[in-house]
């Protein structure tokens, strides 16, 4: 074997199909629930619905025993059934967890806990005790039978029924989306403005939770449950750490859904190998691609976390990291002028030395930083071993008198002991830019001494 | 034979056998259950508060992968030692834990809140755990009957030595909360205040995290991890309609928690078939439902009897206020409110209210002792009928005066909008509103209808009704 593409066949194809269908059309409604902190309905609703199939699936072998049904009525039905049948458990739970939160004045999450629960117990009860009548096997719902999507087509197209169900079921969402976008927007971000512009933001809502029923139901039958739970959250929250607007996180999260169903069957093909190599067992057996999947979206979900350009953590350690090297050459170039100031009469500088014992960082850092300040001129080597250029002279002047400033400003205005002045102004100069440093010497009649006795340098017009 | 023929069938013997524990399965499972029961009931009482009904959720499926993996590691060290049920449970618990640290470091994403990242967390680790099953199902080795039991639970079958695992796990969780329960008290009810004064807030989650944790993975062999989470959520919502202080509460959540435990052994004890996690999780659903109807402190039941007690009193008033407006142009003669009848269509012409809506109202009034029937459809107000309208219609009158006069609200308007407000007028504004209005008659004292036709000799004075 080389890699799962070799013994790809039409089979993967139908399979990643439908996979790709049911994981776009869970995406949309999947985002708004996100949006209105909701995720764990999907949770719910996948589990409530399991009564509503066990019943539905009693009822028609309760009408075939009874002769109003012939075996190939069953067939025929058997599917719609089903579908009403789960869909009509879904909405009751979304309607119940409502209405306990209403009239129980609980807390959103303990409702959908009690009722989803409830449920679900329900549900495995009736599969139990009915385990004669019907075989249904509870581990089906869960996994879903993604790999026999093949079996049950439609007439003599060829075409897989579950690829005709989650296809119409996206179908639905993209046109309900874009009918009811602006509506849908508006309740989900301003709830209190919707309700004052007329817009019935309890009917979507309800109507939100019956259309994510309907496709946690409809996607259900071929992928299971906890895929379903996936990609009801997974890519629009991988979506939403890529992006900031409404519609390109809808965008994303659907392509998002396609690429993990690619990548979940690729996977399943690809990790038994991978297992087998750890464990040293010799069987080719299979992974379950609804599981496989659940975890492709998890890593994608990790990826964007770690890469996102705007809200990663890649991002993120890069800002503060960049951050802390400024404030690090800042306070270099501090240090530098208050020594000019205090011995102006000696020969200027310092070494690296002393100046990593001064500012306590360690020597790659400081190193760091003189390199960077050395090659924006600001300092050079000499005197002692290296001091300020003139540029950097004029930079140094300008953090000083920030630093200064502040200071005279926080001991006019506040209540501070003098020796936190220092602490309290070394972490503000950084911040603060030439406006600010006129509106505070405005504020403080241009003071030409801090607080300390030291001179506050003057103004210089082109600080940075 | 269906499960409920054989509940009826089933002789006195059989019951009293199930019921005085004489069978040592069902006194072992009685047990760890009851005691699983208690200890979830409290533990969940704590997340509850602290509004993290649902970890036990998501620590319960991210325990799948870690009983998968231990699995597979056990079966590899040396094969047929797979189903070695501690270090299965060793692998729950790691994994579990694994799966809440990475749910709380996920937290720390501004634009991820913390509905997301439980569910991300939950559908990835048991995706993981999913695929690690399906994968065991297939070796020829691994008979995954062993493992799917966590996951839909195996009550029935529990061992001794389950049980001394849940007990001493049962044990130590109520034993902690009982020592820390006023920190864990502090904790649920503000936190920010604890986290001021010095308390290790942080190691306090941590702790009670622990033992939500230790409880899904001890528990999960009788439930299953689909339903454990039943366990702590159904118990403390329930108790919560009863009681509104801290320890009451979490004692109360126990004692549900055991009783739907021991409820729903000792139902599936006696109808086969009732698998016993479900019918636990069931019987805790009906003591909740129970609690959220009829509880004492929140309960919807006494609720809605207190609208429909308002509801009933607003409506006889109306009735009775209609009843004066019609006996009105009759009160020159000294009797005429007792004494004059009242036709039930001159009600109906007031508009108020349709035939169907009016008849068990006047039967109500009947019933009250405010109306008594003449004839057929003829009514006459009783002695306590005749205070009560006088006093309706006074309350109506007064009020809408008052929004004229003060409030700017125009004539039409005005008895609408007193109609909203009149009931609700308690004795000291009624007294305000009449010095305001200065009608310093006495107290049963109609103001005439400011909408009536101008007549001077009603609205010169008030119309003065002997008492």
Known sequence: MNGPWSDWGLIDTWIVITAALAAMACALPGTFLLLRRESLMGDALSHATLPGIVLAFLALHALEDAGWLSASGFAAWRHPALFVGAAITGVLCGVLTEKLQRWGRMEPSAALGVVYTSFFALGLLLVRTSADQAHIDPGCVLYGNLEMVITDTIGRTGIPRAVAVNAAMLAINAVLLIVFYKELQLCTFDRDLARSLGIPADRIHLALIAITGATVVAAFDSVGSILVIAMLVAPPATAILLSDRLQSVLIGAVVVAAVTALGGHLAALAVPAVIEGVFRTTTTSSVSTAGMMAVVSGTLFLAAWCFSPRHGLLRQWYDRAHLRQRILSEDVLGVLYRLEELRPDVTPGADRASLAATLSVAPWRLWRALSRLTKRGWIEPGGQGVMLTDVGRTIARGLVRSHRLWESYLAKHFIVPDQRLHQLAEAAEHFVGPQVQQALAEELEQPLHDPHGSKIPPADHNTR | ?467
Request: proline share 5%; net charge positive.
């Open chain 2, 1 to 467: 034979m269906s499960p409920f023929e054989s509940l009826s069938l089933l002789a006195v013997t059989e019951w009293a056998r199930v019921f005085l524990l004489r069978d040592y399965n069902t006194r072992i499972v009685l047990c760890g259950t009851v005691l699983l029961g208690i200890a979830g009931g409290v533990i969940g009482a704590l997340m509850l508060l602290r509004k993290r009904a649902l970890v036990a959720d998501v620590a319960s499926h991210a325990a799948l992968p870690g009983i998968g993996a231990a699995y597979l590691l056990m079966e590899s060290y040396r094969p047929d030692s797979g189903r070695w049920v501690p270090g299965l449970l060793l692998g729950a618990t790691i994994s579990a834990a694994l799966g809440l640290l990475f749910a709380q470091g996920m937290g720390r994403i501004r634009r991820i809140k913390e509905d997301a990242a439980l569910a991300i967390t939950l559908s990835l680790f048991f995706g993981v755990g999913i695929a690690l099953l399906t994968w065991i199902q297939a070796l020829p080795t691994g008979h995954a009957a062993g493992l799917s039991e966590f996951l839909f639970g195996k009550a029935a079958a529990l061992l001794a030595r389950d049980i001394t695992s849940i007990a001493v796990a049962g044990g130590i969780a109520v034993g902690v909360v009982v020592l820390l329960r006023k920190e864990f008290c502090l904790l649920c009810f503000d936190s920010e205040y604890a986290l001021a004064s010095g308390w290790p807030v942080h190691g306090l989650d941590v702790l009670l995290t622990a033992l939500v944790i230790m409880m899904t993975v001890v528990g999960m062999q009788s439930v299953g991890l689909l339903l454990i989470v039943a366990l702590m959520v159904l118990p403390p919502t329930a108790a919560r309609f009863w009681t509104d202080r801290f320890e009451p509460l979490l004692w109360l959540s126990g004692t549900i928690g055991g009783a739907s435990a021991a409820g729903g052994v000792i139902l599936s004890a006696l109808v086969p078939k009732f698998a016993a996690g479900a019918v636990i999780v069931l019987s805790g659903s009906l003591l909740f439902a129970l609690s959220f109807l009829f509880g004492t402190r929140r309960g919807v039941w006494w609720r809605y009897r207190g609208t429909a007690a308002t509801q009933r009193q607003i409506a006889l008033d109306d009735l009775l206020r209609a009843c004066y407006e019609i006996l009105e142009p009759y009160l020159h003669s000294p009797d005429a409110l007792t004494e004059h009848p009242i036709a039930q269509s001159e009600l109906l012409q007031k508009g108020r209210w349709s035939l169907a809506r009016l008849q068990p109202l006047l039967r109500l009034a009947e019933r009250s002792d405010l109306l008594r029937r003449d004839f057929q459809d003829r009514w006459r107000l009783t002695a306590t009928g005749r205070r009560a309208a006088i006093q309706a219609a006074r309350n109506h009158r007064l009020w809408e005066l008052y929004l004229i006069h003060y409030a700017d609200i125009p004539l039409v308007g005005a008895d609408r909008s007193a109609d909203a407000f009149e009931h609700s007028l308690r004795p000291e504004i009624l007294e305000q509103l009449e010095t305001m209005l200065e009608t310093q008659s006495p107290r049963l004292t109609v103001p005439s209808n400011p909408h009536a036709p101008h007549d001077p000799k009603l609205s010169a004075t008030a119309t003065e009704v002997r008492p």
